[in-house]
């Protein structure tokens, strides 16, 4: 089955440290995206990338990271500059070209202790 | 810069009654698209309808359709019939105009619970 996968569904870290969350997709998409959501709101966008070897910051990346080595996969790196990292995040891609739906993943919580 | 605003935080219906979901949007540009996304409790996003703005009918999948007012910069989700299986948070969703990537600009919510 296609689709996007994240792990892990939950994630706890000490403060101060860095932590990466995955995200994978074999829908043969071109996009790929983060997403930031806490608790009572809407998603926000972290980065976005439309093609590998190349990505844009969206409206919140301050204290995060990402890379797009290969098609699949759209690894996000949260940093110990991340003021308040607690949150739940998305992951999500979509077809470049038209107005295509992004489809999102599963999500990961993580929780910074 | 563009911005979904959601009025009703919440919302409770009986079962097999419709239900309207409000979403107005602000933008300058001509071109953008609307969507809109159901949430369940496990968390991930499911896609329900999309709206061009320049379509000149209203977007309509199964029992969701988009009642779209250009005029008043409006995109309300209408399920007709609701089930159990509606209780959700649902989102609108804007994409500005320009090539690439479909960056998406999201409201804050609604939570709708529907009672049996």
């Known amino acids: 089955d296609g689709g996007i996968t994240q792990s892990p569904k939950y994630l706890f870290r000490k403060e101060g440290q860095n932590v990466t969350l995955s995200c994978e997709q074999n829908l043969n998409h071109d996009a790929m995206y983060w997403y930031r959501q806490d608790p009572g709101q809407g998603l926000r966008l972290i980065y976005y990338?439309?093609?590998?070897?190349?990505?844009q910051k969206g409206d919140i990346a301050e204290g995060y990271s990402v890379s797009r080595e290969k098609k699949e996969s759209f690894p996000l790196t949260v940093t110990s500059a991340q003021k308040n990292p607690t949150a739940f995040y998305l992951c999500?891609?979509?077809?470049?070209?038209?107005?295509?739906?992004?489809?999102f993943g599963p999500g990961t919580r993580l929780t910074v202790l | 810069a563009q911005k979904i605003t959601q009025t009703q935080p919440g919302m409770f219906v009986q079962e097999k009654e419709a239900v309207t979901l409000d979403c107005t949007y602000d933008t300058s540009d001509p071109s953008y698209g609307l969507f809109w996304y159901k949430q369940p409790s496990s968390g991930e996003m499911i896609f329900l309808i999309y709206?061009?703005?320049?379509?000149?009918q209203n977007a309509t999948e199964g029992r969701y359709s988009l009642n779209f007012q250009k005029a008043r910069k409006s995109a309300n989700l209408v399920i007709s019939a609701s089930q159990l299986g509606d209780s959700a948070m649902y989102f609108c969703a804007m994409r500005p105009p320009g090539p690439g990537a479909q960056k998406l600009v999201f409201g804050q919510g609604t939570r709708l619970t529907i009672n049996p």
């Open positions: 999500a891609s979509s077809r470049t070209s038209g107005d295509n739906e992004q489809f």
């Open positions: 709206q061009g703005s320049y379509d000149q």
């Open positions: 990338s439309q093609i590998v070897n190349d990505f």
